[in-house]
């Protein structure tokens, strides 16, 4: 590992996990954990568990774990190099120079953020010059300031093959540079040009004010209208949502979903400025996740076409997962959002927002749109799906109210469509409660690690050697009770290497936190020693335990050694008769 280990220690140990997941997650304490809604997957009933006495973290839902640094990996998406480097920054600790890979690794990255920053400032020097005229002229038209125009950072990139290129060339990048960066591109000749051409520019900015990413609308008729930067590694856009950076500070209490870059920047010049945008993708459960972090309510403002109608259909159930609270504003008498401002005014708008529509009612009413009522057979189709789709809600309240509404709108009673609703949800607890039984049924499975790579070959000895590393983690004392027991003598080879990594950092007076191994485990090794490590040890008796596990590792070890010896005679003893019988038939 290239940083020194007493470093990562100190920092570990400066670094109280609380305080850090709290910067990101909403945490209830229940007993000596906190819980809170996992931010790595979309739930909406709380599954991840932070132990301030272990110092690590837990997700029952999705498997993730581990401490400190495994957070800040995970969450940022980031190398352990970089991760170390934030939490350091934190902890107002300076990290020691190092060198080697893994500090080249942070060294490119910081590099390929500079470059985005050289580049946002040249195209949005280009916009008010000359070849950037038709950009400016564009972006006046559809009503922006020149304060929005410099608050979002908006540019232009030049009708010009190597416009950027020649231009970071002068600041010492080459061509290498720009496409790490993702703005140039290479063809199949091995000519390097200009991703980004005639088109005016958006900047992504991540939540720290860093330049990731750009995205570009086309001035002529060239496709697509819309590019955007390659996925690199400082971008990624399941993982970053269009002006969060702002968005995150509003006191609105509720997040504005648009379709584009445009739609958001027009709202927050209207004084909206929760308004957000999602990257050249459709929504993800990433970006719902993302969005939980600072609001608890979701406004979804899609254009009224068929593709808006679908996108907020997908984006509806990502967003409830994530916990947030999710109406959907249907603007009419425009095309967008920013045409309806500019037809109506910013007051007509917030009547708007705050007439949003419940998306239950929105989705019965698309579900009603497919059909015709006039028609039996269509209307017995609409409250079939209609029933599907109200069965699925968690409050029998929900489900009562608005399987009236879906009642209404077909002409049949109340009690009817309750009782349809209540046929179909109990199918799908049948289906789901099978299916939990059929887990159940195989008790093994349950203990194995979830990565199969990880699997134990003997759960007997395995449980053994997760008591032995978990009364590690608690008490390095008890390395001078070991009876000369070592990793080789282990079943899972996992176990087995920490458990020699635990002895050996012990021995030399270092943290035998599970946090502090960080740097030498993989993540999915993290998160399953996360998960060993979160298991109840008593230490009152911690040494008659000990020597339990102890007698259970070498007595399985005992049996396979045993088993193996079997296998060999009778391998050998096969191998013999066959030969015997050969020689026996031989003339």
């Given amino acids: 590992m290239a940083i020194p280990e007493q470093f990562i220690d100190e920092l570990v140990q400066r670094t109280d996990i609380v ?11 229940k007993g000596r954990n906190y819980w809170g809604l996992c931010p790595f997957h979309a739930e909406k009933t709380p599954s991840f568990s932070v132990s301030p ?30 991760a170390v480097e934030v939490l350091a920054k934190r902890a107002n600790l300076a990290v020691p120079e190092t060198g080697g890979g893994s500090a080249g690794m942070r060294e490119r990255r910081e590099r390929l953020l500079e470059i985005n920053r050289q580049a946002a400032r040249v195209f949005h020097r280009w916009l008010y010059e000359p070849e ?46 720009l496409l790490d960066a993702g703005l140039a591109v290479s063809n199949k000749d091995g000519r ?12 992504i900015i991540d939540l720290r004010g860093e330049v990731i990413g750009f995205g570009g609308r086309v001035m002529g008729d060239s496709t697509p209208k819309y590019l955007n930067s390659p996925d690199t590694p400082v971008y990624n856009k399941s993982r970053n949502v269009f002006a969060l950076n702002i968005a ?3 006191k609105a209490g509720r997040v504005i979903l648009t379709e584009g870059y445009m739609d958001t920047i027009s709202l927050h010049q209207a004084g909206f400025d929760s308004a957000v945008a999602s ?30 109608v679908a996108a907020a259909q997908r984006a509806i159930p990502l967003l409830e997962k994530a916990g947030l609270k999710v109406k959907v504003l249907q603007v009419r008498g425009a095309k967008d959002p920013d045409e309806f401002i500019k037809k109506y005014g910013r007051e007509a708008f917030a009547r708007l927002l705050d007439e949003s529509e419940n998306h239950i009612d929105y989705r019965l009413e698309k579900i009603r749109a497919k059909y015709d009522l006039e028609d039996d057979s269509q209307r017995v189709d609409f409250l079939r799906e209609a029933a599907g789709m109200l069965a699925v809600l968690p409050s029998p309240v929900e489900r009562e109210i608005y399987a009236g509404h879906a009642a209404r709108m077909a002409g049949i009673t109340a009690e009817t469509m309750a009782q349809e609703v209540k046929k179909e949800r109990a199918r799908r607890v049948s289906r789901e409660k099978k299916q939990q039984e059929r887990k159940n049924l195989a008790p093994a499975a349950q203990r194995q690690p979830a990565q199969r790579g990880l699997r134990y070959t003997n759960i007997r000895s395995a449980r053994a050697e997760e008591g032995v590393v978990r009364l590690m983690l608690l008490d390095p004392a008890l390395l001078g009770e070991m009876d000369g027991l ?32 960080a740097g030498e485990l993989e993540p999915e090794e993290m998160d399953h020693l996360a998960l060993v490590a979160g298991q109840p040890e008593s230490l009152t008796n911690s040494r008659d335990s000990l020597r339990d596990y102890i007698a259970v590792i070498r007595g399985e070890l005992a049996r396979r050694s045993s088993a193996d010896a079997d296998a060999l005679l009778r391998e050998t003893q096969k191998k013999y008769l066959e030969k015997k019988a050969y020689m026996e038939e031989k003339p």
């Fill in 19 to 29: 305080d850090l997941v709290s910067e990101y997650v909403r945490l209830t304490k």
């Fill in 53 to 82: 006495e272990k110092q690590i973290f837990k997700c029952f839902g999705c498997g993730k774990g581990g401490g400190v640094i495994n957070f800040v990996m995970e969450q940022e998406n980031l190398p352990f190099i970089d």
């Fill in 132 to 177: 950037g005229r038709e950009g400016l002229d564009y972006l006046r038209r559809r009503g922006l300031s020149k304060a929005t125009l410099t608050n979002f950072g908006l540019g232009f990139a030049l009708n010009r093959w190597d416009g950027l290129i020649t231009a970071l060339a002068e600041q010492g990048y080459d061509k290498r540079d």
């Fill in 192 to 203: 390097i040009y200009d991703r980004f051409r005639n088109r005016v520019m958006f900047p």
């Fill in 248 to 250: 995150k500070k509003s």
């Fill in 279 to 308: 990257l050249g993708t459709s929504l993800t459960a990433e970006h719902a996740q993302l969005l939980s972090r600072y609001f608890q309510n979701a406004v979804i403002s899609y254009d009224g076409d068929g593709a808006g």
């Fill in 486 to 517: 070592i990793g080789a003598e282990f079943s899972s080879p996992l176990l087995g290497k920490v458990f020699d990594l635990l002895c050996r950092r012990a021995r030399d007076g270092l943290s035998t936190r599970l946090s502090a191994l």
